[in-house]
Nanobody, 126 residues
Framework: VQLQAFGGGLVQAGGSLRLSCAAS????????MGWFRQTPGKEREFVAA???????????DYADSVKGRFTISRDNAKNTVYLQMNSLRPEDTAAYYC?????????????????WGQGTEVTVSS
């Protein structure tokens, strides 16, 4: 599975951005995708995840710090996962990474994922 993330940029506090993660290759083997973020010197931090069990129902989970502000969604036909980020804060500034998982493993830790896209930078100015 190959992942390509894009959509980052510079935005003022209170603004919005939408990140996209396009998947290609053996996408049928994945059962979930997630977004993580990382700042220099810190560990990669869970942001949001979406998973499915083969049907049309998507299940979502969010870090407490973004709950109510960020929304993860999935377009199955396009093999793309989105992260809509609203009410952005300076502390949301980070490199954002998307990831895909094929195992029945944790959604909230990077070790649960098997494939990673490149980071896309999000900078929120105050």
């Amino acid at each position: 599975v190959q992942l390509q993330a894009f959509g980052g940029g510079l935005v003022q506090a209170g603004g919005s951005l939408r990140l996209s993660c396009a998947a290609s290759g053996r996408t049928f083997s994945s059962n979930g995708m997630g977004w993580f973020r990382q700042t220099p010197g810190k560990e990669r931090e869970f942001v949001a995840a979406v998973w499915w069990n083969g049907g049309s129902t998507n299940y979502c989970d969010y870090a407490d710090s973004v709950k109510g502000r960020f929304t993860i969604s999935r377009d199955n036909a396009k093999n793309t996962v989105y992260l809509q980020m609203n009410s952005l804060r300076p502390e949301d500034t980070a490199a954002y990474y998307c990831a895909a998982k094929t195992r029945y493993s944790t959604f909230r830790h990077p070790t649960g994922y098997d494939y990673w896209g490149q980071g896309t930078e999000v900078t929120v100015s105050s």
